[in-house]
Nanobody
């Protein structure tokens, strides 16, 4: 199983980006999907999560600006980021609990995608 994160880039303050996290491989189903981020010199921090049924949760610093979603048919998760601020600059990582076709559940990380918010 692999998670491929994409969609990062350079954006001006106040702008928007949409990140994608595509899961591939021997997947039976995906449980929770989460997004984390790690800014330079800082610890990785949780940003948002979505359950298999669509329940969402957000860290306080992105609530109202970011929206997490998923397309179960495509095994893909998304993070829509609006009203971006310079302090949102970080490498964003997706994470998912995947039930494989052998019925085991394992946690996987994507490789990260860089988001830079700067004028």
């Amino acid at each position: 199983v692999q998670l491929q994160a994409s969609g990062g880039g350079l954006v001006q303050p106040g702008g928007s980006l949409r990140l994608s996290c595509a899961a591939s491989g021997s997947i039976s189903s995906i449980n929770a999907m989460n997004w984390y981020r790690q800014a330079p010199g800082k610890r990785r921090e949780w940003v948002a999560g979505i359950g298999s049924g669509g329940t969402t949760n957000y860290e306080y610093f992105v609530k109202g600006r970011f929206t997490i979603s998923r397309d179960n048919a495509k095994n893909t998760g998304y993070l829509q980021m609006n009203s971006l601020k310079p302090e949102d600059t970080a490498v964003y990582y997706c994470n998912a609990d995947v039930r494989t076709t052998t019925a085991t559940i394992r946690n996987y990380w994507g490789q990260g995608t860089l988001v830079t918010v700067s004028s």
